[in-house]
């Protein structure tokens, strides 16, 4: 496919798992990918990857809970790749525990990466994308956004607020030609579930009726088609890529 020729995508925390995945698909379909990270390694080596396919892509780390950092890069991207047509926002991180036991720092840390970081990178990727009458903002929320889950209330509320912040902005941006959904993983086979205990892995599947854990390329099919030309008319949208686990 090369539906996105000419498009340049900015994918956050691609250094591994759903992040990387997505990137190389978009590569895969056409676009110049901006890979951004904490993890310089990883970044690194995801660019290398790309090259090594014959790709474009560029390694730009970045913190998106720190807003200079996060203006800085889309500024650069805007001037090495000469423009910004898809945003991922897909960074996030844990902190579990219960209710009562969740200090301030583990409650603050996820709610800035997990939601702040996601509304830096959009306000930075906006304006362009207004000002070309073109753009698609792809929000990675999760299954328990919308469901909950014990010992995830700060994560819980981060993805639940990356859905409204998806839903006003999409409807900040429709009359200019960007579109913003979210996609809601159940759970994917990645650095962030491999610490589940085999015990509730296997009462997990039992609730899957697919039958199977996602793959990081499950959720960038999705991302694909949101970002392709044919989604042109889907916007506020939150797509779950679950394997039938919510049916919400
Ligand atoms: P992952 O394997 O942990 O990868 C996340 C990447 O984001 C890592 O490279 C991480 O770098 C980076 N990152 C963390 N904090 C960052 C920050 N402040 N700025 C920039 N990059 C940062 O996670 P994943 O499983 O691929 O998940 C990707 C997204 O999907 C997340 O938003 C997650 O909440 C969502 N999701 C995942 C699942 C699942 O089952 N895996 C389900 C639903 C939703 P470091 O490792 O160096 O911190």
């Known amino acids: 496919m090369t539906g996105l020729a000419g498009k340049v995508a900015l994918v956050t925390g691609s250094g591994r798992g759903i992040g ?34 014959g790709r474009q892509a560029q390694f730009y780390p970045a913190d998106v809970a720190a807003a200079d950092q996060v203006n800085q890069l889309v500024d650069r991207i805007m001037a090495d790749l000469g423009g910004l047509h898809v945003l991922v926002n897909n960074a996030g991180i844990t902190r579990d525990a219960l209710l009562l036991r969740m200090s301030d ?9 997990n939601l702040k970081g996601a509304f830096l990178c959009t306000r930075a990727a906006l304006r362009p994308m207004l000002r070309q009458r073109w753009g698609r903002i792809i929000n990675i929320a999760s ?4 469901v909950g889950n014990a010992g995830q209330a700060n994560y819980a509320a981060s993805k639940a607020g990356l859905v409204g912040l998806s839903k006003a902005t999409a409807k900040e941006a429709a009359s200019r030609g960007v579109t913003v959904n979210a996609i809601a993983p159940g759970f994917i086979d990645t650095a962030m579930t491999k610490g589940l205990k085999e015990e509730l892995k296997q009462e997990i599947l039992k609730q899957i009726p697919l039958g199977r854990l996602g793959q990081p390329e499950d959720i960038a099919a999705a991302v694909a088609f949101l970002a392709s030309e044919e989604a042109r008319y889907i916007t506020g949208h939150v797509l779950c890529v679950d394997g039938g686990l919510t049916m919400v």
Do not use: H, M, P
């Open 105 to 113: 720092e583990d409650w603050d840390r996820v709610l800035t990466v």
């Open 20 to 53: 990387r995945a997505v990137a190389l698909r978009l590569a895969q379909d056409g676009a110049a990918l901006a890979i951004s990270d904490v993890d310089a390694a990883g970044g690194q080596a995801v660019v290398q990857e790309l090259q090594g396919q």
């Open 143 to 146: 299954v328990v956004g919308l």
